[in-house]
């Protein structure tokens, strides 16, 4: 019913077999609401099932009315505050470019149920340059640094973004600006350099308002999949069926041009593919061919998708990160070099550790000796278990892992 939702979500679709399950009586309300929590569709929920409520429990219906409203209030509040940082940005002369969320929000790609989408925070990209002044403008309309407990030297050098928050009625709720410079870690070569010449313009509420072309927005939410957190939530997965569905023209010759130059296949694939199975959206099948992606690398993501999606909860988050981690990039030495050569502060985050006590620094630098452990605990889990790996590697149908039309 949670995949059907999502449906409902991008083409109004699943109502029937929607109102057929809550017609047999089965539902766990209570594993339904955690995964409706975990793929961050919950806000959606009332929406969608308000026309079948005499077939819901009435406490269910009442908890998710009450969820509804609750992030239309909060959605209504950061489309303000949206406006009102761009407005600040334009009329000193600093470009800016919602991003994500925010983007998604601004361009209303949602439609009529945009204030159902969840946020936590306001996403922007700003020029590297205009960085300092960028953040000046922040702080003057109230603003501070969040960085975490962090050395601001980290962000500025080993990460893409910083944080700002402002409180808002008395100290009781806060606003989260993420302020990016680039949209993924720094590298060598510098990663969509066309981006800033291909931004687009588009008209809301009287004014105009600058955006990332259709084609750097997916870019966009391919490299979120990279990020520590929720990799296989449905609401990531709309955002890019959503995309796909509104821009049928995109400039497909230029992503795969920066898809290979940026090194971005594997997670462009990850990204299609879930559009294609759980929307059935496709790409061209000149695009998928085009990425040059190997059938055994194509095999392990479409079953990590279909192994993991609503099976994630039961978990650990580390462990399906892990095993993302290494499918999201096209070859093993990129990943495996970011876990070898992690900066501290990501080390202390990924072990929940603060991370410049003594403890944690000692324990850095001696991660050289025992991520070899680590790896050997996964050998012998997979010697013990060999399901563990029969599953993940071995040629089982989509119809075994995935038992839904």
């Not at 960085?131 to 990460?159: F, M, P, Q, S, T």
């Not at 990799?231 to 290979?260: M, N, P």
């Not at 630098?365 to 399901?387: E, H, K, S, T």
Request: contains cysteine.
């Amino acid at each position: 019913m949670v995949l059907l939702i999502a449906r409902w979500i991008v083409d109004d679709s699943g109502l029937p077999e929607i109102k057929e399950i809550l017609a047999g009586g089965a539902v766990n309300w209570e594993h339904f609401n955690a995964l409706l929590m975990d793929h961050e569709v919950y806000s959606f929920a009332y929406a969608c099932l308000k026309d079948f409520s005499s077939l819901l429990p009435g406490n269910e219906v009442d908890l998710l009315k009450r969820t509804y409203y609750f992030n239309l209030a909060r959605i209504s509040c950061f489309q303000d505050e949206i406006f009102r940082i761009i407005d600040v940005y334009r009329e000193r002369g600093v470009d800016i470019l919602p991003l994500k969320g925010s983007a998604f929000l601004v361009d209303n790609m949602y439609g009529g149920k945009a204030g159902s989408r969840p946020m936590v925070d306001i996403d922007i990209l700003v020029r590297e340059d205009n960085l300092c002044r960028a953040g000046e403008l922040l702080e003057n309309i109230g603003y501070h640094k969040d960085l975490g407990g962090l050395k601001e030297d980290y962000w500025r050098r080993r990460n893409y973004h910083i944080v700002y928050e402002r409180s808002n009625c008395n100290n009781k709720s806060f606003t989260l600006v993420e302020m990016h410079w680039l949209l993924d870690y720094p590298r060598k070569t510098p990663l969509l350099p066309r981006l800033w010449d291909r931004i687009i313009t588009s008209r809301v509420e009287n004014r105009e308002i600058s955006l990332l072309s259709p084609e750097d927005m997916l870019f966009c939410l391919v490299l979120h999949l990279r990020r520590f957190g929720k990799v296989l939530s449905l609401k990531s997965a709309c955002d890019c069926a959503l995309l796909l569905a509104k821009h049928k023209d995109l400039d497909w010759d230029y992503i795969l041009r920066e898809t290979s130059n940026g090194h971005m296949r594997a997670s462009l694939y990850f990204r299609l593919v879930q559009a294609g199975m759980f929307f059935d959206i496709h790409a061209p099948d000149a695009v998928l061919k085009g990425l040059c992606l190997g059938r055994y690398k194509k095999r392990l993501i479409e079953q990590f998708i279909l192994r993991n999606t609503f099976s994630a909860l039961s978990k650990t988050g580390d462990s399906v990160f892990l095993k993302n981690h290494f499918l999201a990039y096209d070859g093993f030495g990129e990943p495996a070099g970011m876990i070898l050569h992690m900066p501290l502060e990501q080390f202390g985050k990924f072990y929940r550790l603060a991370p410049y006590r003594v403890g944690t620094v000692l324990l850095y630098r001696m991660r050289f000796f025992f991520y070899p452990f680590y790896l050997f605990a996964l050998i012998l889990r997979a010697v013990i278990n060999p399901g563990f790996i029969a599953g993940l590697f071995a040629g089982r149908s989509k119809e075994e892992l995935w038992p839904i039309n």
